[in-house]
């Protein structure tokens, strides 16, 4: 099956400043990597994802990109805010319905 | 208001005791999931299912049932609960379970099997 691998599992950035979090995974056949941020006791939320056949999304202050071939994906955040504080997790699947999450990502923005 | 809905928010129970966790959507959402998420483990997918009467394993199925009767509602069974199905659990769903299509998650239900 398919096993991803995020990193780091936690990092703190000063506001302002960009974050990075990277996945690897296993499966060539995944072709959807979809990005979660999850607040403190809430549940996660969608807020950006790509298709293999894309290498690169992005939405405001906040992209994605693909390295087929390497098998890996990131997170990009630019010009970091305290309300980016949250727990990021990636995850990876073969036409959606079966989903294999990463551990997750803890981020914390220091005003 | 479009939304998924859990019950019961809170659980504590001792092992051994049936119990359920139901889950419903009022989006006419074909695809459901089931997740739990447990500390440095992230979530990890219990099991699907992509319609009626349609289900399959995610990762983690050992222990636990779903049934899908109805498009609605998609209730997660523990016939025979163990402390090591102590955790906090999500219920999914989106249109039909497509890329284009955004999966939204119940607010959790957290278990807790003495």
């Known amino acids: 099956g398919e096993n991803v691998e995020q990193h780091p599992s936690t990092l703190s950035v000063q506001e302002g400043d960009s974050a990075v979090i990277k996945c690897t995974y296993s499966d060539s056949a995944s072709n959807y990597f979809p990005w979660y941020k999850q607040e403190l006791g809430k549940r996660p939320q969608l807020i950006i994802d790509i298709r293999s056949n894309v290498g690169e999304k992005k939405d405001q202050r906040i992209a994605v990109t693909l390295n087929k071939t390497a098998k890996h994906f990131s997170l990009h955040i630019t010009e970091t805010q305290p309300e980016d504080s949250a727990v990021y997790f990636c995850a990876a699947s073969e036409g959606y319905q079966k989903v294999t999450f990463g551990t997750g990502t803890k981020l914390q923005v220091i005003p | ?114």
């Open chain 2, 1 to 114: 208001e479009a939304q998924v809905t859990q019950n019961p928010r809170y659980l504590i129970t001792v092992t051994g005791k049936k119990l359920t966790v139901t889950c419903s959507q009022n989006m006419n959402h074909e695809y459901m999931s089931w997740y739990r998420q447990d500390p440095g483990l992230g979530l990890r997918q219990i099991y699907y299912s992509m319609n009626v009467e349609v289900t399959d394993k995610g990762d983690v199925p050992e222990g636990y049932k779903v049934s899908r009767k109805e498009k609605r509602n998609f209730p997660l069974i523990l016939e025979s609960p163990s402390p090591n199905q102590t955790s906090l659990y999500f219920c999914a769903s989106s249109l039909w379970g497509r890329f284009t299509d955004t999966q939204y998650f119940g607010p959790g239900t957290r278990l807790t099997v003495l």
